[in-house]
């Protein structure tokens, strides 16, 4: 048995509870659940008990003496981040392609050039399984150390079932050993392998007969993603692709309107997509159809920043009744980042959210993007002690200090992680 964890006298208790179950939207997003002067306790993993210090201090008074005491007087304590939308296995880097793109080179120019997703495919494909261990448990102790809990993963490095295996099961071993919860997306529609060029719906039947079933047999994905992309895969292509992951049981996700708007989030909200990705290009119409069927638009700034693009409508899309979760991409072209903190300082610089909603979407709404709403994202009976102590006093001057990681402590179900 593990002593008992009481953590007391937060300035600021975000617990993000609420009645709303499911994700939330307008005004649901700035109802962060602050308790003043909070306090949790925790046992077995577990959160036991949520409410002033007061409270507990009362009803835990005759087990005060068994608990370990975190005091976070004058400190800001939140649900760990959830990072719903990551690239994070993948076979070495590309710096060089950063400076192109700095000279004048385009994402797509450089990928149509056999670089960008294809210059990390053949580094995937070279790589062993142990080599992409390491490499991979590098980022996620970044991201433990950036307040991040739960992230979720996505194949699209392989291309080719032996790769796309690979990567699957590295996360199925990281979900083992390391302290993150990672959860697995099939993406082997990601690019256009180089030896299917021009052959494009030759490759959507390989992966709807050849490596959806398997995926699907050896239980290494929960979701399915697609690149739904002029110049990569069309509507049709990813609609039959995502219709074929539902029939294996494959929850449908889409990387939808991000260089080009091309009707992805139209499609998103037609094949009932989880979540739609990117949308730095949604049309009006794509961003009434997800508030209608209630896809999750999860937003990534720091990809638009990266790659120097305006960010996608935040503010817009949250007045019309979507509900918004942010995410890194972690991923070695467009957003090398393992920072959840940062992406949240750009959710309100560059897409307008406020302090409260930014919040929101690396939590609860995040924890909805990947089906984990009853584990994670918000600090409630029950639930997992997957817990942040920030360094400053409130989640107004978590978000309004930017840059920097202000991470003071870090617990993943009860275990002191940072
Ligand atoms: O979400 N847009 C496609 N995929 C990734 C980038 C992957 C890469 O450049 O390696 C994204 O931005
Ligand atoms: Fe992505």
């Given amino acids: 048995m593990t002593k008992p964890i009481w953590i007391k006298h937060a300035a600021q208790l975000a617990t993000l509870a609420s009645d709303v179950k499911g994700p939330r939207t307008k005004e649901g997003m700035s109802d962060l659940g602050v308790i003043e002067d909070g ?14 210090t007061e409270e507990l201090e009362k009803r835990y008074s005759e087990r005060l003496h068994e608990a370990e005491i975190v005091n976070a007087m004058n400190h800001l304590v939140t649900p760990g981040l959830v990072d719903p939308h990551t690239h994070v296995v993948y076979g070495g880097s590309r710096e060089r392609e950063f400076e192109m793109r700095l000279q004048g080179a385009t994402y797509m120019d450089i990928m149509n050039a056999g670089g960008g997703i294809h210059a990390t495919t053949r580094m995937t494909r070279e790589a062993t399984e142990d080599e992409l261990i390491e490499q991979t448990t ?20 392989g291309m080719n079932l032996e790769t796309e295996l690979k990567q699957l099961r590295v996360m199925k071993r990281l979900q083992e050993q390391h302290m993150i919860d990672i959860v697995p997306t099939f993406m082997g529609a990601h690019a256009v392998p180089p030896e299917y060029k021009g052959r494009e719906d030759e490759f959507v039947d390989y992966l709807i007969h050849n490596m959806l079933p398997v995926v ?37 996700k ?11 989030a139209e499609l998103a909200a037609k094949v009932g997509a989880i979540s739609a990705e990117h949308l730095l290009k949604a049309s009006e119409e794509g961003i009434k159809a997800m508030a209608k069927s209630g896809t999750i638009a999860c937003l990534l700034p720091a990809t638009a920043l990266y790659l120097r693009e305006e960010a996608a409508l935040g503010r817009k899309m949250i007045d019309e009744g979507v509900a ?21 300082n750009l959710a309100c610089i560059s897409m307008r959210l406020t302090p409260a909603e930014a919040l929101t979407a690396a939590t609860y709404n995040a924890a909805c993007a990947i089906n984990r709403q009853e584990q994670v994202g918000s600090l409630e009976v029950g639930k997992q002690a997957d817990i942040v102590l920030w360094k400053t006093k409130s989640y107004q001057e978590l978000q309004y200090l930017f840059g920097v990681n202000h991470v003071k402590s870090v617990w993943k179900k009860g275990v002191k992680v940072v």
Wanted: net charge negative; with cysteine; proline share 6%.
């Fill in 324 to 344: 918004v979760a942010i995410s890194t991409d972690c991923n070695p072209g467009s957003s090398p980042t393992t920072s959840m903190p940062l992406v949240m």
């Fill in 216 to 252: 699907a047999e050896e239980k290494l994905a929960e979701f399915n993603d697609v690149f739904c992309e002029k110049g990569v895969y069309t509507p049709e292509q990813s609609e039959r692709i995502l219709e074929a992951g539902k029939q294996f049981g494959l929850i449908p």
């Fill in 138 to 157: 590098r980022r996620l102790d970044s991201f433990l150390a950036h307040g991040v809990t739960t992230v979720e993963g996505k194949s699209g490095y």
């Fill in 39 to 52: 306090s949790l306790w925790i046992e077995d993993g577990i959160i036991q008990a949520v409410g002033t």
């Fill in 254 to 264: 889409i990387h939808a309107d991000e260089i080009e708007p091309y009707g992805g």
